[in-house]
């Protein structure tokens, strides 16, 4: 196996950072991804965009407690998309 055979959306560390962190918390917000990730702004809207695209995430926008506020879960295939990266990176790695 290569390891340009992993999935290429998952493969990007910030990416990456930002689906691990929601398969574990199930629900997050912009704000707490940009604590979690340490990245700006403007590079976590760029990579929400990509994600939401290929339908891995699911956005809601909104607002809460009269601030704007955007609510970021996993999708059904978001989530199938995680294990099977993973699976693949353990076959990667001989695990």
Known sequence: MALNDLDPILHSQL???IVSHLMAAEESDFNEI???????????????KKLKKVG??????????????TALSMTEKG???????VEEL??????
Do not use: C, M, W
């Open 15 to 17: 990416r990456l950072k």
């Open 79 to 85: 989530v199938a998309a995680f294990e099977a990266y």
């Open 34 to 48: 940009k604590e979690i990730t340490d990245a700006n702004p403007g590079n976590i809207s760029v990579q929400i």
């Open 56 to 69: 891995y995430i699911k956005v809601e926008k909104g607002f809460k407690d009269n601030y704007q506020h």
């Open 90 to 95: 353990k076959k990667y790695l001989n695990l």
